[in-house]
């Protein structure tokens, strides 16, 4: 009888074995399994924080689009008025030179004519009477 309590008794230590190493089996694999997704979420969480942002960059591209066309608008208006302010001048000189050839009393309209300063009447006067001294 002890023989078969034994048998009973390892007939049973066995089958715990067994069934703690298939728990242990079942366990391992869900915990593996578990931490694959998280390792693949947390993969993930690049491209979804980027996605959060995309319509951000979006904007930023749009006002840069925006800025540039203002730009360009300010130097048109900027072209514009310079040409408006230069305009009497410009045709002031084109005058100018149409009517050069026909009248020698014009002949030098549009030259212009630069002097330097040179000596004053009292310097030229104390040059004078240094020299009136010396004699």
Do not use: C
Request: zero cysteines.
């Amino acid at each position: 009888m002890e023989d078969k309590v034994l048998q009973k008794a390892t007939l049973l230590a066995g089958a715990a074995d067994s069934a703690n190493q298939a728990a242990a089996q079942i366990y391992s694999n869900a915990y593996g399994q578990g931490l694959g997704q998280q390792r693949a979420t947390l993969g993930m969480t690049g491209g979804l924080m980027q996605a959060g942002f995309s319509p951000y960059s979006a904007l930023g591209s749009s006002g840069g689009q925006q800025q540039q066309r203002e730009q360009a608008l300010i130097q048109d208006a900027m072209a514009k008025q310079e040409f408006e302010q230069n305009l009497p001048y410009q045709q002031l000189k084109q005058y100018q030179s149409g009517i050069t050839g026909f009248s020698p009393l014009v002949g030098n309209a549009g030259q212009s004519i630069s002097t330097t300063p040179g000596a004053s009447a009292m310097s030229n006067l104390g040059g004078l009477a240094q020299m009136y001294s010396l004699f």
